[in-house]
C-alpha cells in the first residue's frame, strides 16, 4: 500500500493515532509532524506528579525512541505552517513540504493568555507544555514562598495543590462564583473549595485580576479588580484554552470554536480529519456540538479513526466522555457533560461524594470525587441502552449506584 497519512500534531491524540494504525496492521505511510522538541509525552503529569518530582522525565513518554523507527512511524519536528488542498500536501516551517493522502489534524489547544499589563513578565507562567513544567518546577524550588493562581480551573487547582503541598501559601483568584464553575456541578466546587481551604488555600472568587505588578522587570503580585494589591513570588495563569485551528481556518475549512467534523470526524474537506482538543464534534445521538479537552476524547477519536484507514471500519463516534483531575488527596472523576444539567442528586459517605446530574429528568452525567466505583458505574450505565436511574430512585436513602448499574444489566 502506497498511502500516506499525515497527522500533524505528536500529543496524546496524534501519537494514539499512530500507534493504533500500526496496531491494527496499516501498511502505508505514517508522518508524524509535532511541533515541540523530543518525543511524544503525556500531558496530565505535568500538573501532578512531575511537578512533585514523583515521576522521572523518561515516564511522560509515551514510547521510547526506538518505538517509533521499529514501528516504521516517521517523526518530523517541525510547525505546520499550510495546507495546499489541491495539492494535498502540508508546508512544514523548515521549508519542506509533506505530501498527504489523507490528513489528521491534532492540533490540541493552547493557552488563552491573560488580557492585562504585565502579563508577560518574568514570574508569571502557565502550564500547557513539558516546557512549562520545567520551568515551574525550577521556580517553585529557589526559595518562592507565596503562590497566586490566577483561575480556579482544573490545571489551576491541579497547580495549587502542589504549590500547597510544597508549603507555599496558595491564592487563588478568579472572576467567576466558584471552583471549576464551567465543568462541575456547584456541590462539586463547594467540596473542594472546602478541601483546599482546610489544607490553608485562599481563595477570592468573584474577583477578576486587572495587572500584575511588576519591578525590575519580574512579576511582584497582582492587584485585583477590586483594587487589593495582592504579593507572590510566583503567578501562575490558567484561565482555560483556545483550540489550535488557525492552520484549518486558512486552509478555508469549516471552523468554529474548533475544527467542524462529522460523526465520523472528517472535515468539510474528505480528506482531512480532526481529533481531540482542536475538534468540535457531535456529541452521541443529541445532535449537540462540543469541544472537550480530555485524553480520554483524544484518544477515543484517534482509536476509530485508525480503524476507519487500516480496516475500512467506518463508525460514528459516540463514546461516552470521561475526564479526571488528581488534586492533592481529592480525585475527581467525571463521566459524561454536566453542561446545562438542570436536577442534581448527592450521594455521600466518609470517603467522598458523587453527584448525580441530571438534564430534563435523564441522567447525564455523574460527578465522583474518591468514589472510584461509582465512576466505573456511570460509564457503563451511560454507555449502555438500558435503564437509568431517575433522580428520584437516586435520592432515596439506601442509592448505591454500582448495584443499580449492575442490575439494569442483569
Ligand atoms: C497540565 C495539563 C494537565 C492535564 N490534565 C488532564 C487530566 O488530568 N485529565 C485529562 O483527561 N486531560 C488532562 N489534560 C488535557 C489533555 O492533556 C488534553 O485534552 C490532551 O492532551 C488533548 O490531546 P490532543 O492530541 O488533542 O492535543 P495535545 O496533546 O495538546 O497535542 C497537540 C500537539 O500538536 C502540536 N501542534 C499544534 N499546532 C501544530 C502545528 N501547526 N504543527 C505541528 N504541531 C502542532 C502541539 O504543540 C501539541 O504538541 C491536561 C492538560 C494539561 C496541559
Known sequence: MNERIVIVGAGHGGFQLAASLRQSGYAGAVILVGDEPGLPYQRPPLSKAYLLDKLPLSELFFRPEDFFSESGIQRVTATAIDIDRKKRRVLLDRGEAVEYDRLVLATGARRRRLPVEGADVDGVHGLATLADADKLKS?????????????????????????????????????????????????????????????????????????????????????????????????????????NDRLARAAGLEVENGIIVDAQLTTSDPNIFAIGDCCNFLLGSSGARCRLESVQNATDQARLLAARFAKDQFAQYDAVPWFWSDQGSLKLQIAGVSAGCDEFVQVQDVKGLSVLCFRHGVLAAVESINRPADHMAARRLLASTGRRPTSVEAGLKDFDLKRFTIEAAA
Open 139 to 243: 521556580a517553585l524550588r529557589v526559595g518562592c514562598q507565596n503562590a497566586i493562581i490566577i483561575g480556579a480551573g482544573f490545571i489551576g487547582l491541579e497547580f495549587a495543590s502542589v504549590a500547597n503541598l510544597l508549603g507555599l501559601e496558595v491564592t487563588v483568584v478568579d472572576a467567576a462564583s466558584r471552583a471549576m464553575a464551567r465543568a462541575v456541578s456547584p456541590a462539586v466546587s463547594a467540596f473542594f473549595e472546602a478541601h483546599h481551604s482546610r489544607q490553608g488555600m485562599k481563595f477570592r472568587f468573584g474577583e477578576g485580576v486587572a495587572s500584575i505588578i511588576g519591578s525590575g522587570g519580574r512579576a511582584k503580585g497582582v492587584e485585583t479588580s477590586s483594587g487589593q494589591l495582592l504579593s507572590a513570588d510566583i503567578i501562575v495563569t490558567g484561565i482555560g484554552v483556545v483550540p
